[in-house]
């Protein structure tokens, strides 16, 4: 299995404020990236990936990540946060042909006023 | 784009029955479904990978005949709790495999008393 490490448990941030959440990866073979959101209770949603192409990738609510294969990493960022961003942030890389995904700890971001 | 719908959001059931959660998927026909357990404040656990028409294949550690999953037809994955105890108290969520998306269902939690 592949190991992704999220570097940070908890980010606190204010409101308005930018917000970058690090991810690496440990792989030597292509990988197919992605950040997921998971709100209380819920099941997770995908927030961007990166399949190929341009390593900087956009992805829903403002959120953006850049993918660099010479440090393994895929860190996410946000210029500018709400409230509503609080929640928990996953990255996952998948490797090879049989599709599974493999999760990192997990980012919990709380946004304060 | 691609929705799984999954059922029950929550349950709660006595020490020694079985519960079934369905992993519908709503508009597109899924050949491969995964199913993963999330412990609280914890990331997600890859638990097994539903084949349809063929037996599921599970990971290390992750006793099948507890587990059971079943992937009848391409629009349905089910997995049953047999036996459960209080520690198979957990959040349980599907996914795809198709297209490098992954959706996911909303979880299901799961509370054995």
């Known amino acids: 299995a592949q190991s992704v490490t999220q570097l940070d448990s908890q980010v606190p941030v204010f409101e308005e404020a930018p917000v970058e959440l690090r991810c690496n990866y440990s792989s030597s073979v292509s990988v197919y990236l992605f950040w997921y959101v998971q709100y209380p209770n819920q099941g997770l949603q995908l927030l961007l990936k990166?399949?190929?192409?341009?390593?900087l990738v956009k992805g829903i609510n403002g959120f953006e990540a850049e993918f660099n294969k010479s440090q393994t990493s895929f860190h996410l960022r946000k210029p500018s946060v709400h409230i509503s961003d609080t929640a928990e942030y996953f990255c996952?890389?998948?490797?090879?042909?049989?599709?599974?995904?493999?999760f990192g700890a997990g980012t919990t971001v709380t946004v304060r006023a | 784009g691609a929705v799984v719908s999954q059922h029950p959001s929550w349950v709660i059931c006595k020490s020694g029955t079985s519960v079934k959660i369905e992993c519908r998927s709503l508009d597109f026909q899924a050949t491969t479904m995964f199913w993963y357990r999330q412990f609280p404040k914890q990331s997600l656990m890859l638990m097994a990978t539903?084949?349809?028409?063929?037996?599921?294949?599970?990971e290390q550690g992750v006793e099948k005949d507890k587990f059971l999953i079943n992937h009848a037809s391409l629009t349905l994955s089910t997995l049953t709790v047999t036996s459960a105890h209080p520690e198979d108290s957990s959040f349980y969520i599907c996914?795809?495999?198709?297209?490098?998306?992954?959706?996911f269902g909303s979880g299901t939690r799961l509370t054995v008393v």
């Open positions: 990166y399949l190929s192409g341009s390593t």
């Open positions: 539903s084949n349809e028409g063929s037996k599921a294949t599970y």
């Open positions: 996914s795809d495999a198709g297209d490098y998306g992954y959706t």
């Open positions: 996952a890389v998948s490797v090879g042909d049989d599709y599974k995904l493999s």
